[in-house]
């Protein structure tokens, strides 16, 4: 399969590759941030909107889920780079009205960029694409309801449709979503963290009995020891900078672990500060170990072996409150040094020396991201570093704890109020006692199984709460596919994207208000609740008046919908709801573990802190009652010989899906994305040179193969072996069936790929994007693609 691919509006004639920076933040990104701030919003409104990002009276950053300082040590500029971009992304004066759609057929999107869409400003009113139509056309909101109506009640069961989420709703909003949709009658709800962090929650909850992080902002201020893996701050979360800059000047060391040395963990310019701005900053890692692509599992194991080894444990920790170490020590005996360090590609030495930055830590804090989690093993490298942890103790005690570092703004928040495919019983059963009525219990879809209900003509609706479904989720080309199979496809967005133009029979565009936008459904001010990484939720409403008159809230859509579709079945008071989300929070807080008095508690500056019995006390409600080691084996990805190993990845002009511009600065690429970061001795092995453009072909263990085209090879300082580019554009590389083993979350970090020449030695508009060799495995099957002993190239 092939099709024509959307660049023609980038001309990547004009990319150029200069020397990558060695800090990140400073005076550039004060500069950056500001001119596009100013350009995209105006004066008044870049201050209107700044001064109340992240502020206790104010509305929360969209781009991502790090936590607040406590109110009274807040800045009065308490953001960042990349959080400016999402706010400016969001408040643009830009528009995408009616004229827009009316002068761009679908057949002409399609070939458009995502960057390209999403600069056409915000969607201004509800647009349908009749079946057979070319065009996006105008619609009322009732004759919209009516229409998802019509399609939800015509369908043969309820699990014909399919509600995804994305991580950027409110509480308030998905507790309205799921509970509409569990009424309807089914658990499809998939979200985001099936993308992201469905690992870390698989893993932490077998565990120590709950998905999150264990820590407080306070803990890491107050660490002695911070190993940061698979992560990096200074693009994907930059306000972190400024707590690991905190942590420093307390005595704090940090580990970084990463195939790449990226600027945020190599010197930190705070643009808070004057000595951040005018000096050379803050040096951060004091460790940088650039592990092989999916060497993680094999490091954490040897880092403990050598803890082990030297007697460097909490006994009384272990004894009291683990099950399990006694297996877990005789595999650590057992390791196998050569499987570590062909795994790893380190020298024992690195590997010592990080083990004895642990070993002489009281209090360590373990941060990870998707560089651990979105692999086939991902579940077992969550798993692993929470066995390090509880080595030494490091759960439940001030400075020291898991950190899983979530990047959608409120996709903690999210699972909290019950969107999960696989809710536990003890919600049902909570949701069945509040509203009177039996929720579904069978587990529904997730992304990757939703992806193949629509392939194989098992869901016909689709139901897109935010996000960008089509162009977040792997196999670009299968899912596009899938998704044109639905006989409607439902967008609730804020602006044009890559979901919008790969759409059902029928489809709909639904544009809410933004979250920096006044919120005044029912006639009355309103506001919404989010959750960030430490569990901490607060109340945001924003300051700005709407893009339009047109638009409406999500909680107003989603109980509209449900009003129109279920009508007064079970008497749930979708009006009530709509009206005054205070309504909402109370149900909340009736039904939701933790959030009794719930109202009232947002009411205090900063909201309040759920529990979190590992943390708060030291108890775990896993099946053992204790924090448990686990067992995983030691592995090594085989690469045959003349393959490298990829790993899709951000820039950052760029947040999850939305691009906001052309540029990394941080790694010296300007004006264009189709690039591949290779190690200079890799490209001399594979007979290529620096600049020359490849296709990159992906390959699996079924025989099946995809290929994205015309990609620049860039020289990059990365381990032999390895390889990164930009995501979306090479998600058109990874399997369906690439998954993580426990999770069923897509394997977008370690890809065995093959570069060839490209035909061109310069990007052609339309070419193909994508190309897929259809020989995919059974649906039931893990591929199987981890062998010992290693075979490295």
Known sequence: MSRRAPQGDIDESELSVTHPEDHAAGPTAVAVSMK???????VRRTAQTLLKLNQADGFDCQGCAWPDPSPEHRHTAEFCENGVKAVTDEVTLRRAGREFFAAHPIEELQDRTDYWLGQQGRITEPMVLRAGGTHYEPISWDDAFALIARHLTGLASPDEAVFYTSGKVSNEAAFAYQLFVRAFGTNNLPDCSNMCHESTSVGLAEVIGIGKASVTLEDVHHAELIVIAGQNPGTNHPRMLSALEIAKKNGARIIDINPLKEAGLTRFKNPQTAKGMAGRGTAMADLHLPVRINGDLA????????????????HDFIEQHTHGFEAYAEHLRALDWDLVLASTGLERDQIHEAARMIAGSRKTVYCWAMGIVQHQNGVANVKEISNLAFL???????????????GHSNVQGDRTMGIWERPPAHFLDALRDEFGFEPPREHGYDSVAA???????????????????????????????????????????????????????????????????????????????????????????????????????????ICSTALATLGDRYSIPWEEFRDDYRQLRRRIGR???????????????????????????????????????TVSPTEVLHVPAGRLLLQTMRSHDQFNTVIYGLDDRYRGIKNGRQVVLVNPRDIEAQGLREGQHVDIVSEWDDGSTRTVTQFRVVSYDTPR?????????????????????????????????????????????????????????????EPKRYVAPPQLS
């Not at 009794?596 to 900063?606: C, F, I, L, T, W």
């Open 392 to 406: 030494q103790g490091n759960i439940g005690k001030p400075g020291a704890g898991l950190f899983p570092v979530r």
């Open 36 to 42: 596009r701030a100013v350009e995209g919003m105006g």
């Open 721 to 781: 072996g390895c390889a990164a580019a930009y995501y979306p554009e090479t998600n058109a590389l990874v399997s369906l069936d690439a998954k993580a083993v426990g999770s069923n979350q897509p394997a977008y970090k370690s890809i065995v790929v093959r570069l060839e020449p490209s035909v061109l030695d310069r990007p052609a508009e339309g070419r193909p994007r994508g190309t897929t060799t259809d020989e995919s495995p059974d649906a039931g099957e």
């Open 299 to 314: 490091l954490f194991q040897a880092i403990a072996s050598l803890l082990l080894e030297w007697g460097e444990l909490d």
């Open 451 to 557: 992806v193949k209900a629509f392939r194989d003509g098992e869901a016909k609706v689709f139901f897109g709460l935010g996000g960008n479904f089509v162009a977040a989720m792997s196999d670009t080309t299968v899912t596009e596919d899938a998704l044109r199979k639905a006989d409607l496809t439902v967008q609730v967005s804020t602006k044009p994207n890559r979901s919008h133009v790969v759409h059902g029979r029928e489809a709909l565009i639904l544009p809410p208000l933004g979250r920096s936008e006044k919120d005044l459904t029912g006639g009355r001010p309103q506001r919404v609740t989010v959750e960030d990484s430490v569990c901490a939720v607060h109340a945001s409403h924003g300051p700005l008046e709407p893009a339009s008159e047109h638009l409406r809230s999500e909680v107003d859509i």
């Open 591 to 629: 039904m939701v573990p933790g959030c009794a008095g719930y109202e009232e508690k947002v009411d205090q500056p900063g909201g309040f802190v759920l529990p979190h019995p590992p943390r708060d006390t030291r108890t775990f409600e896993t099946d053992t009652r204790r924090a448990n080691f």
